[in-house]
């Protein structure tokens, strides 16, 4: 289901850090009965290895790709604005990597629109980690 009119308000990558109050106040709408909120942080550990950092990389065409998929999250859904900004670059354990926001008429639509947004951009937006451990190993997640 669509609404009358979907609005993509933000969509960004950026080798600055995120902000929170940014993202919000992008899909802040006097006709939301309730924002939804994603914040994706650096966490210290994947898959039993203590991680240093992590290294983002895009590709060329990833903001288009980002522009499309908030394009199908606002068809597929009822929502009042959307908003996404993935970081690229070097981050630190505990950094903001992505931030992803909804608002709707309603608290469930802007539940159910934001974590489509975060899926489908982590599943289809060509940005890459590289995940460097502590130990000196490392790992590429999300190539093709």
């Known amino acids: 289901m669509t609404s009358a009119t979907p609005v993509i308000r933000l969509l960004d ?3 600055t850090p995120l902000d929170a109050t940014e993202v919000l106040a992008a899909v802040d709408d006097p006709t939301a009965g ?10 210290d550990h994947d898959g039993g290895e203590q991680v240093d950092h992590l290294d983002y990389s895009a590709h060329p065409s ?18 009042v604005a959307l908003a996404a900004v993935h970081r690229v670059g070097h981050l630190e354990v505990g950094d903001t990597a992505v931030l992803v926001a909804a608002s709707a008429a309603h608290r469930g639509q802007a539940y159910d629109a934001s974590r489509a947004l975060i899926d489908r951009l982590k599943a289809q937006v060509p940005v890459w980690k590289h995940q460097v451990f502590s130990d000196g190993n490392d790992e590429w997640v999300g190539t093709p």
Request: hydrophobic share 50%.
């Open 34 to 43: 309730g924002v939804n909120l994603f914040v994706g942080v650096v966490r």
């Open 13 to 15: 990558l950026r080798e």
């Open 62 to 79: 990833a903001l288009e790709r980002l522009r499309e998929v908030a394009e199908g999250v606002a068809r597929d859904f009822e929502v």
